[in-house]
């Protein structure tokens, strides 16, 4: 199972640069298959480059910091 710390201290590090856009990265569960759930929040909720920053930032992120992570979705 996926350390929640971990995977907060690396959210931690990617949630600078988008709280500088207004938003800001929740997370919502680590499942079973090593799946992690976030939720966007303020600007980021609405923005359509939100599936960008999911997928080539936050999951980039945390694939490379905590190897054994699937993929990074929005719940």
């Known amino acids: 199972m996926i ?3 971990k ?3 690396v959210l931690d590090m990617v949630r ?4 500088a856009d207004g938003g800001d990265v929740e997370l919502v ?3 079973e298959d090593n ?4 939720r966007m929040k303020g600007a ?3 923005c359509p480059m939100a ?5 080539a930032g936050i999951e980039r992120v945390l694939k ?12």
Do not use: F, H
């Not at 799946?35 to 976030?38: K, N, Q, R």
């Not at 599936?51 to 997928?55: A, G, H, N, P, S």
């Open 3 to 5: 350390d929640k710390a």
């Open 7 to 9: 995977v907060e201290e």
């Open 16 to 19: 600078p640069a988008i709280q």
């Open 29 to 31: 569960r680590i499942r």
């Open 35 to 38: 799946v992690i759930e976030v």
């Open 44 to 46: 980021c909720g609405t």
């Open 51 to 55: 599936t960008i920053t999911l997928k």
């Open 64 to 75: 490379e910091e905590i190897p054994e992570v699937k993929e990074v979705i929005s719940a």
